[in-house]
């Protein structure tokens, strides 16, 4: 907003504005301004220290106190240094004497601009390093994991749009976080939305911001996620989460790269790199209608699929090495030795909650560790709340036998068959005379309590 009363001078601010692509509003007096900006708040006043009806210091200490985050260039032809000293202590972004250039106009607006966007980045920085954990770093040493770590690189540089899908715990948010700090946009905000945390209601104000007096409640402007991204990263995690309309409005950002804010009629332009995340079958979700066909292949431009953690070779035993060093350090605690065997039988462990669920159970077992032992599996993996035991080795309690072992595996290879011999045979490597062999062998010292197999998969 532009706040001068001479109609020449005004008229020269309102075309170096425009310059900068800036929707200008151009008042007269301190009655107007407080007017419009009531009705719509500028971010930026640049208002003439003489006026009509008072002066641009009373504009700047009444702006300041309703509207904290503007910036207020002062301007006159009268200026001395008291009155400059004396405005940039009210909160002035700066203090300008008449006649200046179009140029000096320019440098002044460019030199806010960059102040302002480093309050930004630096208040996002804040949020983001109290949101996020110390370990979130991208650990890996499997192949499946190699060749993630392969396309996070070869598509890091680019602006494309990225489809991260995998199960809960994988590591999603981790991989989007590594594609924006190897990207070109890595010194921009780096900003991310959980659909599934934001009440339906007001996911659409979270995206695009909102007007003030958009709805109850909606008693000052707000910047949605998208404005605050523009530059850098959007990340939109669990994606599925959102409702159809509003899908609809996001798949006009994604191709328009422009929105309104909720109770605005004012257009935005924007520029945020799009990271999405998604736990569910999208193909699945779009096959059955909760998810538009449309903008899933506008976000499917760079799919990243994310392995389970029991489907990564050698990973769990590497990752609970880092997970048990970096909790010690924080809870210091001394490094807890883990039992060999309790090693063999967490990578058979299915691990339902991925790298989530070992990080959570590693500072558990740091935590409660004694100094005089060493860890077991039931250490680790808790009896109760953290999932079944083993199906072959059982609960670490006890190391079985050999011929437990087997006993244990024939079975649970007719339970996965459905008590077909030949494919269970065929499953676990033996033929099916062997299979039938053993089973006449266990038939009389059966436990189905502990085996959990149906009898009919004995029958012959």
């Known amino acids: 907003m532009v706040v001068e009363d001479d109609p020449v001078v005004r008229r020269a601010l309102v075309v170096s504005l425009q310059k900068f692509e800036i929707p200008v509003l151009a008042v007269s007096s301190c009655f107007q301004a407080n007017e419009e900006q009531q009705k719509e708040p500028a971010d930026l006043i640049i208002s003439d220290l003489q006026l009509p009806d008072g002066n641009g210091m009373d504009l700047l200490r009444g702006f300041k106190k309703t509207h904290p985050n503007v910036e207020v260039i002062i301007i006159t032809g009268f200026g001395t240094i008291e009155s400059a000293v004396e405005s940039m202590k009210m909160g002035a ?8 250039t179009a140029s000096q106009l320019e440098l ?6 960059q102040q302002r966007e480093l309050k930004k980045q630096n208040s996002n920085l804040k949020k983001q390093l109290a949101d996020e954990s110390e ?3 991208l650990l890996f040493i499997s192949p499946e994991m190699a060749s993630v770590q392969k396309l996070i690189k070869q598509v890091a540089p680019t602006d494309a749009t990225v489809l991260i899908e995998g199960e809960s715990g994988t590591g ?10 190897n990207s070109l946009r890595k010194e921009k905000p780096y900003i991310k939305v959980n659909c599934a945390a934001v009440p339906e209601n007001l996911l659409e104000s979270e995206f695009f911001g909102h007007e003030k007096g958009a709805f109850t409640g909606a008693t000052m402007k707000r910047e949605g996620r998208f404005e605050l991204a523009n530059g850098g990263t959007l990340l939109l995690d669990e994606i599925t989460e959102i409702s159809l309309p509003l899908q609809a409005k996001l798949l006009r950002v994604l191709q328009e790269h422009e929105f309104e ?7 935005i332009k924007v520029d945020a790199r799009i990271i999405a995340t998604t736990n569910r079958d999208l193909v699945k979700a779009v096959a059955e209608g909760k998810f538009r066909e449309d903008l899933y292949y506008r976000l499917h431009v760079v799919p990243i699929k994310v392995p389970r953690l029991a489907e990564r070779k050698g990973e769990v035993e590497f990752l609970l090495g880092k997970f048990l060093d970096q909790f010690a350090r924080k809870h210091n605690k001394a490094v807890p030795r883990i039992n060999p065997i309790a090693l063999d039988q967490l990578s058979r462990y299915s691990w339902p909650g991925n790298v989530r669920e070992l990080r959570n159970y590693a500072e558990r077992a740091t935590i409660l560790a004694t100094h005089d032992g060493e860890l077991n599996y039931s250490d680790i993996v808790p009896s109760q709340g953290g999932g079944s035991a083993d199906p072959i080795l059982g609960d670490g309690d006890q190391f079985p036998t050999l011929g437990e072992v087997e006993k244990r595996l024939i079975y649970l290879a007719l339970k996965k068959t459905g008590g077909n011999r030949n494919e269970a ?8 005379r062997t299979l039938r062999n053993k089973l006449k062998e266990y038939e009389g010292n059966v436990d189905d309590s502990e085996i959990d197999e149906p009898k009919e998969a004995l029958g012959k």
């Open 93 to 100: 972004s700066n203090y300008l004497l008449k006649p200046f």
């Open 108 to 113: 002044t607006i460019a030199q806010i601009a």
């Open 135 to 137: 370990f979130s770093s």
């Open 172 to 181: 999603k948010e981790v991989i989007a976080r590594t594609l924006h700090e």
């Open 261 to 267: 804010r909720v109770g605005g009629s004012r257009t």
């Open 425 to 432: 045979a065929s499953l676990i490597g033996i033929n099916v």
